[in-house]
Nanobody
């Protein structure tokens, strides 16, 4: 039974920082591309960042230079460090594990950037 459990969301002022974590269980973590996606009401879920087991990363243009994705294969955990947050970063953030035919999602964690 695969589980992805996100944590670390919350309310932060513009310019602030948050660190999201996603703990994975029930899968061979190192074999999966891990990613963070986000979604706002009425919009499609969009990719924020991805990381493969070797550490290579991919970011949405809107977060490059502000967000950093990382993974700890020993702890089966992926992180998203979010700096210089903007109101438009407000969304529900979802953790994703993908390996070809297999894709799994976490339950999501709310991030709200507001003064």
């Amino acid at each position: 039974h695969v589980q992805l459990v996100e944590s670390g969301g919350g309310l932060v002022q513009p310019g602030g920082s948050l660190r999201l974590s996603c703990a994975a269980s029930g899968l061979s973590f190192k074999r999966y591309v891990m990613g963070w996606y986000r979604q706002t009401p009425g919009a499609q879920r969009e990719l924020v960042a991805q990381i493969i087991s070797t550490g290579d990363t991919n970011y949405a243009d809107s977060v490059k230079g502000r967000f950093t994705i990382s993974r700890d294969n020993a702890k089966n955990t992926v992180y998203l460090q979010m700096n210089t947050l903007k109101p438009e970063d407000s969304a529900v953030y979802y953790c994703n594990a993908n390996r070809g035919w297999w894709t799994y999602w976490g339950q999501g964690t709310q991030v709200t950037v507001s003064s």
